[in-house]
Every structure is written in structure tokens, then in C-alpha cells.
């Protein structure tokens, strides 16, 4: 059976089949109907304006050297004014992410970005490692993505930055609407081809302790879903989309405040990190996890003077509050 052609072009071979709308594509089409659709989001929502600063949350994946290719062609395409910058997080995961920062050093240098590096090390006193050694692997996802979180935050304070965006592809976005739908977390519901056609230097190595993740159940899941059915993935995306909450589920949600410790926004006395950060520091790590562990912790007295503790977060005004690495 000879090859089909574009279903655009109508000259080129095409080599993918979209999932979003099932046209069968050559490699350069692809490449103009992507590009033209995430500049189409980012002028019809009107996501930026010109001399914004703006961080793109950069791990050396795929998926964040998509973004970081894209935001700086666009930017120079379409004349968007923006000034962009590279921020990474290490979690400190020997053999991982140590390796996938060279990849984005090695990307600061291609696309000609500031890049700043924050480590779990330098804000936590802990890393994953480190981390890892002390709760095991049943539960290390759930320190990582709290304290993860909160760098990007930080990190995108010290660069003193307007937006903070971070590259997400389809199966990562299903991924989380299933989570939260096995976990009853409605209240939170509210295949990336092009690194590989444009053939970007990006990292490929999945995080050595993501394996016993939850997120690595749903992802199974998907998978066996998609084999089925091809439009799985799509599908999921379009019906967490389409979820409306409830009054009733909102008029229980906790109003945010401030985390009386750290100063990060919160909806408990004390943030998610200070609470893990707590649990860690006096060798109850499950503390931040459960409520019932957190209640016998509690009950153990208050916090000794000598803690480690988290800087207290401040939004900074005028002009960034730290040095960042600029392409030699």
C-alpha cells in the first residue's frame, strides 16, 4: 500500500496521524499547524505583553525543551517583546537529574537564555536522595512534587519574573485528570512528536523513583485504555474539561492564606513543605502525609528551637533578587 500524502500539503509523505484531529501529516506541517496554534493561544488569551519577564521551568525532558524552542521562536517570529529566562530545579537524584542538567546547560547555550539553578540542597537543606533514604519509595513523589512546587515559585520570585510556564504533553494532562478522579479529588479537576521531528537536544531518562509513583498506575491505565481505543487520551482531557464543581464541593474548600512559618500561600496554618520539611527534620516523615500522622506528631510538642526551616518567601519588586548564569 503506497504511503498516504499530507492531508494539507497534499505533496509530502505524511508520517503522523494527530490524535487531536486524526489529519494524517507530513514533518513540516506539523511543525507550522503546532507552532500556529500555540501562538494563536498565546495572542487570542492575550498570555503575555510586551517587556514581560518570563520563566520557563526548563528539566532538559522533551517537554520543557518543546516549550523553551518554541517560546524563543515565537518571540522572535511574532515580535512578542518578551524577555525570557531559563529556570531549573534540582532535586538532587544522582544519575538523574544531575545528568539532565547538562542538557540544559547545554540549552541555555543553543537558545541563548539566562538560566538560574535552584536546588532542593540550597532551600530545603534535603535532597531527594537523601529524602529517598528515609521514607523509601512508597512516598518520595509526594516531597518531590510539594517541594518542587514551591522552588518554581521561588525561583520565579528571585528572577523577579512576570509568568512562570512549564511544557505539559497530552498523556501528563490525562495522567492527572484520572488521578484525581481515583482519588476523588474532583475539586482539583478545573504525545509530544515535535521534540523528536525537529530533532532538539532534550533528556530522555524517566526519574529513577518514579517507577512506584501513583501517577505511574494512571499511566498504565492510559496506556491499555489507548491501545483500545486510540482517542483515549483525548478523550479524558475533554471530559475533565467538561467537569463542572459543584457549589457544595467549592463552599468546602479552605480559603488560601499565608503559611505562618515560611511565608508561601497555603491553606493551613502551616504549607504543605514546612509541614514535610517538619516531619523530616524530626524523624517522622509521614507526618506531612497523613493527617493521623501529622496528629501524633502534634502531639509530641512543638517544634524545637533549632529546626530547619524554609527562608521566608517575599515577592520581590525592582530588579531581581539574585545573579543568574547569562550564555558565555
Known amino acids: 500500500m503506497a504511503p498516504r500524502s499530507c492531508v494539507l500539503c497534499e505533496k509530502s509523505k505524511a508520517i503522523l496521524k494527530r490524535p487531536k484531529t486524526g489529519q494524517q501529516i507530513c514533518k513540516e506541517c506539523f511543525f507550522y499547524v503546532f507552532e500556529t496554534e500555540v501562538h494563536n493561544t498565546i495572542t487570542q488569551s492575550k498570555l503575555f505583553s510586551p517587556g514581560d519577564r518570563v520563566a520557563i521551568g526548563a528539566s532538559g525532558g522533551k517537554d520543557s525543551t518543546v516549550l523553551a524552542y518554541v517560546?524563543?521562536?515565537?518571540?522572535?517570529?511574532?515580535?512578542?517583546?518578551?524577555?525570557?529566562?531559563?529556570?531549573?530545579?534540582?532535586?538532587?537524584?544522582?544519575?538523574?537529574?544531575?545528568?539532565?542538567?547538562?542538557?540544559?546547560?547545554?540549552?541555555?547555550q543553543q537558545y541563548d537564555m539566562p538560566l538560574k539553578i535552584l536546588s532542593y540542597d540550597e532551600l530545603y537543606g534535603w535532597t531527594m536522595d537523601a529524602i529517598v533514604s528515609q521514607v523509601g519509595r512508597k512516598n518520595n513523589c509526594t516531597f518531590c512534587g510539594v517541594f518542587r512546587r514551591q522552588a518554581l515559585d521561588r525561583g520565579a520570585a528571585m528572577l523577579n519574573v512576570d509568568h512562570i510556564v512549564t511544557g505539559h504533553n497530552a498523556d501528563d494532562i490525562a495522567e492527572t485528570v484520572?488521578?484525581?478522579?481515583?482519588?476523588?479529588?474532583?475539586?482539583?479537576?478545573?504525545?509530544?512528536?515535535?521534540?523528536?521531528?525537529?530533532?532538539?537536544?532534550?533528556?530522555?531518562?524517566?526519574?529513577?523513583?518514579?517507577?512506584?509513583?501513583?501517577?505511574?498506575?494512571?499511566?498504565?491505565?492510559?496506556?491499555?485504555?489507548?491501545?483500545?481505543?486510540?482517542?483515549?487520551?483525548?478523550?479524558?482531557?475533554?471530559?475533565?474539561?467538561?467537569?463542572?464543581v459543584s457549589e457544595e464541593v467549592k463552599?468546602?474548600?479552605?480559603?488560601?492564606?499565608?503559611?505562618?512559618?515560611?511565608?508561601?500561600?497555603?491553606?493551613?496554618?502551616?504549607?504543605?513543605?514546612?509541614?514535610?520539611?517538619?516531619?523530616?527534620?524530626?524523624?517522622?516523615?509521614?507526618?506531612?502525609?497523613?493527617?493521623?500522622?501529622?496528629?501524633?506528631m502534634e502531639a509530641e510538642g512543638p517544634a524545637p528551637d533549632n529546626l530547619r526551616t524554609i527562608p521566608f518567601f517575599r515577592l520581590p519588586s525592582g530588579q531581581p533578587a539574585v545573579a543568574i548564569e547569562s550564555p558565555s
Do not use: W
Open 178 to 244: 484520572l488521578m484525581n478522579i481515583m482519588r476523588g479529588d474532583i475539586a482539583r479537576l478545573g504525545r509530544c512528536t515535535y521534540a523528536y521531528f525537529k530533532k532538539l537536544d532534550y533528556f530522555s531518562t524517566e526519574c529513577i523513583y518514579s517507577p512506584d509513583a501513583y501517577r505511574g498506575h494512571a499511566r498504565t491505565f492510559l496506556k491499555d485504555l489507548e491501545a483500545a481505543r486510540p482517542s483515549a487520551i483525548i478523550d479524558i482531557i475533554h471530559s475533565g474539561e467538561a467537569f463542572e
Open 71 to 108: 517560546l524563543k521562536t515565537l518571540n522572535e517570529r511574532y515580535k512578542y517583546g518578551l524577555n525570557l529566562f531559563l529556570l531549573s530545579i534540582d532535586e538532587g537524584i544522582t544519575g538523574y537529574r544531575d545528568d539532565s542538567l547538562e542538557t540544559v546547560k547545554r540549552n541555555q
Open 251 to 296: 463552599s468546602t474548600q479552605k480559603a488560601q492564606q499565608t503559611c505562618k512559618r515560611c511565608g508561601y500561600m497555603s491553606s493551613n496554618d502551616l504549607c504543605k513543605a514546612c509541614t514535610l520539611l517538619e516531619g523530616l527534620e524530626r524523624g517522622m516523615a509521614s507526618s506531612g502525609i497523613t493527617d493521623r500522622a501529622r496528629k501524633k
